[in-house]
């Protein structure tokens, strides 16, 4: 794979219009940054689960402060990048034009890289999977493909961004985000249909990156930006090189933030997150600096900032010096895992502690079954409702899908896919809201 392809200001949707990548181009990537903040999929992520559950009196991370933080630790990673390739290479932007935006074209990836991800988490896809494997939703597999299925079975959020980013919703207009290839590439993390991403004798992936419904228009991209395609059946691609930055800055992120969330809400003592921080820091003098603070909240504030801008700096030279291999499509790990030790061990560290105390924390795992049961609950009402429409109360039910995720399409798959839409665009509020109303436990006012 060569820059010179992977950078692309070509906008989906818009692709007439490209006149090809010169430096008029450059704020292209920017305006993708702008476009995504200002989008509803976007300020919906303010009301959906990273760790926590939500709202409570002390303010954890949700999605969208999470978006926030990976975009501006994605945004360094590319500019420091960007900086040691201009140090031994001074006619480097003149080869490259759009060189100089991998900072812009990163952050925005991490902007969009959890978009598609449903209310409650993960426990939200697992929902969604859950009924279509084992619960009701059983009885649809005659009615779609082999791949479809697939898709059904193993509902990824991480393919759904992509279904968000590029499908023309009713009267949205097509191509309504039009954002440019390159950043829509850098968020897939995993480039294979869901056949591939579930195959272990292939890529060893466990994850997928688009829907069939969106094959032809991924393949579209990956072609124009001379990604390397592994097979053709089921469709798989070596990673876009800026993936690893995107998938880089949310494993900072997640992996460092969660800690401070957790001695916020009283899950860890300051001394466990120190112990786990310190380590990470590469600061001789941070004990002195830490003895001047006195308040703990504070302390942890200066710790999370020294070890991510450690780890900015470790993921940062690595890609740099991977270049080879990720450009070939033979780096089989993510930067996080690639650092050096003492660093790593700290890491493997964090993630014990993170699954031992945070992640099966008794409020965590309450709103993970809540997921399933409320998700659960709502597509065993929609989904017959849309695909069968037998009775009055089935109208009610699809009366209360917006228009935007209805579809023309006679087809079973494309007639889930838009209850899908319409579910996993919910925020964890609203799908608590309509579970209740829906299944008589609450009853809604009016007004």
Known sequence: ??????????????????????????????????????????????????VFPLPGSIFVHN???????????????????????????????????????????VAAGCLAHDLGNPAFGHSGEAA??????????KVYRDQVTGAQWSDLTHFEGNANAFRILTHPYAGKGYGSFALTYSTLASIAKYPCASQAGHDKKLLHRKKYGFFQS????????ATELGMKKVTDDPLSYKRHPLVYLVEAADDICYNIIDLEDAHRLKILSYQEVEELLLPLCGDAKIKSRLADIDDDDARISLLRARSINTLIQLCSVLFFN?????????????????????YQAAMKKIAEVSVKKIYNYSSVVQI????????????????????????????????????????????T????????????????????????KIKGISFPSIG
């Open 1 to 50: 794979m060569k820059w010179e392809m992977l950078l692309s200001a070509k906008r989906w949707g818009s692709e007439e219009k490209y006149q090809g990548n010169t430096t008029d181009a450059r704020s292209e990537f920017q305006r993708d940054y702008d476009r995504l903040i200002f989008s509803s999929p976007f300020r919906r992520l303010q009301n959906k689960t990273q």
């Open 63 to 105: 999605r969208l402060t999470h978006s926030l933080e990976v975009a501006s630790v994605g945004r360094s990673l590319g500019r420091i990048f960007y900086n040691k390739l201009r140090e031994n290479n001074p006619s480097l932007d003149r080869r490259l034009p759009l060189i100089s935006e991998i900072g812009n074209i």
């Open 128 to 137: 969604i999977s859950y009924y279509f494997n084992k619960s009701e939703g």
């Open 214 to 221: 969106e094959q032809a228009g991924f393949e579209r991209v």
């Open 322 to 342: 991977e270049q080879e291999a990720i450009l070939a499509g033979e780096m089989n790990r993510s930067l996080i895992d690639g650092i050096d030790e003492p």
């Open 368 to 411: 993970e079954i809540a997921g399933y049961k409320v998700m659960g609950g709502i597509l065993e009402e929609f989904v017959p409702a849309y695909l069968n429409n037998e009775s009055k109360y089935h109208e009610k039910l699809i009366a209360l899908i917006p228009k935007q995720f209805l579809t023309k399409n006679t087809d």
């Open 413 to 436: 798959y494309s007639k889930i896919q838009s209850v899908l839409d319409f579910v996993s665009g919910m925020t964890d509020l609203y799908a608590v809201e309509l579970f209740r």
